[in-house]
Nanobody
Framework: QVQLEEAGGGLVQPGDSLRLSCVAH????????MGWFRQIPGKEREFVAA????????LYADSVKGRATISRDRWKNTVTLQMNSLKPEDTAVYYC????????????????WGKGTPVTVSP
């Protein structure tokens, strides 16, 4: 079974930038897309961004479009999320995820979840 390891979360101030990373460990039967979700306790997980296996196809949620950049390195089985101009509403636990396609991930159909890395945006 594939396991996802996230890193890079922390406490930042509004307007700051942060880069999250995720590496997939395990065996893969087929190429897969990777992406990010975020969740506030008591609320449903929200799609943030996803990238295809090659990294060429990328999709962003409206809430982060223009402020986030997702990148994929299939050779290292990694995905990163660079977020700029962070806002207090970006505060959440961010989860790495895998799925067969970018669109499938965006719909919330995920094959594997990471354990999450917390991001807090506060003055």
């Amino acid at each position: 079974q594939v396991q996802l390891e996230e890193a890079g979360g922390g406490l930042v101030q509004p307007g700051d930038s942060l880069r999250l990373s995720c590496v997939a460990h395990g065996r893969f039967s087929r190429p897969y897309a990777m992406g990010w979700f975020r969740q506030i306790p008591g609320k449903e997980r929200e799609f943030v961004a996803a990238a295809s296996w090659s990294g060429d196809n990328r999709l962003y949620a409206d809430s982060v479009k223009g402020r986030a950049t997702i990148s994929r390195d299939r050779w290292k089985n990694t995905v990163t999320l660079q977020m700029n101009s962070l806002k207090p509403e970006d505060t959440a636990v961010y989860y790495c995820a895998t799925g067969p396609q970018v669109i499938v991930i965006a719909r919330g159909t995920v094959s594997v979840w990471g354990k999450g890395t917390p991001v807090t945006v506060s003055p």
